[in-house]
């Protein structure tokens, strides 16, 4: 999802700047808060303005002690503390935008990853997907708590000044009507820059990011063959451009934010200057030239709040190009089964079953076999006949692309996803153990279990032996993918988590890899024991596990070509036979 592009065209910038403005519909309520407040303050300017100036007025020209004027300052006093918790209560309002925005863009993310499927998750690099998520989603912020809300006071006060500034001084109105415009208009032009430095910027952070995550993973395997210099090279040379992007990004905003203070400073003085005259020539009071005076700066001060957060539109921008790319995402064609499991027998078929991960190289072809309620089913073949393809499709994470897989005749497409998964258990072959306690994740799918059923599925895991000898035993803190634990122990642990689930139909996928020939012969025991209305599909890669099921499915190129007892199948000199032999000869 991460490459280097061409400059966004313009159309697709605005089409992303409406994007994020539909977004702010789920925030209505506390942008028009901020908004609000926002407005109030900046009116409340105008009496403590006035007030302000005939306190001044007062003193100098009237001659008034400080009681005199002591009413108006302490209104002056109020009034400023107002304004301060106005803004304070604008800042608030405005990042609760931004937080339910932000909320509702990761939800629609995590719902469209879910959507894709794990087969989207295979093809893209998990640093830039965990990037997208977290670095990605969070650019949005200022749009929506600085950027958003400042623009609408800054379309709001200035006029609303004005109506209070004609009146006084129709010569200073004037000055400022016409040189308010000069702002938006410079930052329209330096913008056209900004956001292409922004988009290069976000795109080398998200390359980095993406990059920096994939070199932690794989660290160990870095080291072991000596690239882990090569590799902090490559992330130092990645560092170095995204520093000279940044640099290039924050000149441009330093440039920006003198030239707006330059006009903004010019526009002041101007009026500044015409008062002094027009008072000079007594053409104007000193009462109205001090409150126009004192109103200046905060006729600019929106105006130029709105040009300083401009770059967060940048910003944002450039980072919602790929969320909006990820959420127009094509889904897979055939969209998710409504319907509730069907209350039969639990006999699962596969009739005519073909699938492909690319449409010229099937992986299966026209696969049939049933597995019925109950059954201890070993499915062996060589490595790439498919095996744990159809442990995919069984499980529903993929979709046959010919034939179908029903349960009790009903297509398993057309069942509710959650419903299914809540029926089966799965050990893949690269189980995955997530940081937190062994407890924890062996209580994964059985939330609520109590430690009695959890110890209990370690015993029958083989992992209770090893786990009660650790210091904190079953609250031992594990890191993630397991890190602390050798690769047996985290297959026993998650062949545990498997058995603990209350599941009708149980799938491990080469449960004993990586375990010696006696734990491998206890997990055998194990499955032989569990209760007789569980259905096992255990791939075989042991050929000794194979012997203990009750049938045998011999899988080669994608089709079943030998089906039946471990008895009947070494009595027929097929492909289960050879394999046997094959297999001792190995062993010997």
Aim: net charge positive; hydrophobic share 50%; charged share 20%.
């Amino acid at each position: 999802m991460t490459s280097h592009k061409a400059p966004m065209p313009r159309a697709v910038s605005r089409a992303l700047d409406g994007w994020l403005r539909r977004r702010a519909a789920i925030a209505k309520r506390p942008l028009r808060g901020a908004i609000l407040l926002g407005a109030l303050n900046g009116l409340l300017l105008v009496p403590e303005a006035w007030l302000l100036a005939r306190s001044i007025t007062a003193v100098i020209f009237q001659h008034r002690g400080l009681a005199a004027v002591a009413p108006f300052l302490g209104i002056i006093l109020g009034l400023a503390l107002l304004r301060a918790l106005l803004s304070h209560g604008a800042t608030v309002a405005a990042m609760a935008a931004s937080t339910q925005v932000k909320t509702d863009v990761r939800r629609a993310l995590h719902a469209k990853i879910a959507a894709l499927g794990p087969g989207f998750l295979g093809t893209q690099r998990t640093g830039d997907v965990a990037n997208l998520l977290v670095e990605g989603v969070d650019a949005l912020d200022n749009y929506y708590a600085s950027y958003l809300p400042q623009m609408a006071v800054a379309a709001f006060l200035p006029l609303a000044l004005l109506a209070f500034i004609f009146p006084v001084d129709w010569v200073s109105g004037v000055i400022l009507l016409l040189g308010a415009p000069l702002i938006p208009i410079f930052m329209i032009l330096i913008g056209r820059g900004t956001e292409r430095l922004n988009q290069t910027q976000w795109r080398r952070l998200a390359l980095m990011s993406a990059h920096f995550f994939d070199v932690v993973e794989g660290l160990s395997t870095l080291k072991l063959f000596g690239a882990s210099r090569d590799a902090a090279g490559l992330i130092g040379r990645m560092s170095e451009d995204y520093r000279l992007s940044t640099m290039r990004v924050l000149r441009v905003a330093f440039l920006s934010s003198l030239v707006l203070e330059f006009f903004t400073t010019l526009g002041v003085a101007m009026i500044a200057v015409f008062v002094g005259f027009r008072l000079y020539y007594g053409e104007i009071q000193f009462l109205p030239g001090l409150f126009v005076l004192l109103l200046a700066p905060e006729f600019f001060r929106p105006l130029r709040a709105m040009g300083t957060q401009y770059h967060a539109r940048m910003e944002a921008i450039a980072a919602s190009e790929r969320i909006v790319a990820l959420l127009e995402m094509p889904e897979p064609a055939n969209p998710a089964g409504v319907a509730a499991l069907p209350t039969g027998s639990g006999i699962i078929r596969f009739e005519q079953v073909g699938f492909g991960y690319r449409p010229e190289e099937p992986v299966l072809q026209a696969t049939d076999f049933t597995l019925r309620p109950g059954e201890r089913v070993a499915l062996v073949g060589p490595s790439g006949s498919g095996k744990s393809t159809v442990a995919r499709l069984l499980l529903g994470l993929a979709r046959p692309s010919s034939g179908r897989i029903t349960l009790d005749d009903t297509d398993l497409g057309t069942i509710k996803p959650s419903a299914w998964f809540a029926r089966i258990s799965w050990m893949p072959q690269r189980p995955t153990l997530f940081a937190g306690t062994l407890a924890e994740n062996i209580r994964l799918g059985a939330p609520d279990a109590p430690m009695t059923e959890i110890i209990r599925a370690a015993e029958a895991a083989e992992a209770h032996r090893f786990i009660s000898r650790l210091p904190q035993g079953y609250e031992t803190v594990i890191g993630e993918r397991g890190q602390g634990l050798s690769g047996g122990e985290i297959r026993r642990v998650a062949l545990a988590r498997a058995l603990l689930k209350p599941a009708r139909l149980l799938v491990l996928d080469e449960a004993e890899a990586s375990l010696d020939a006696e734990t491998a012969s206890l997990i055998r025991a194990a499955i032989t024991r569990l209760p007789r209305e569980i259905t096992v599909l255990l791939i075989a890669h042991r050929l000794e596990s194979a012997e203990a099921a009750d049938r045998i499915l011999v899988l080669r190129q994608g089709r079943i070509v030998e089906e039946g007892t471990p008895a009947s199948l070494r009595a027929n000199a097929g492909d289960y036979a050879a394999m046997r032999a094959l297999y001792h000869e190995g062993a010997a």
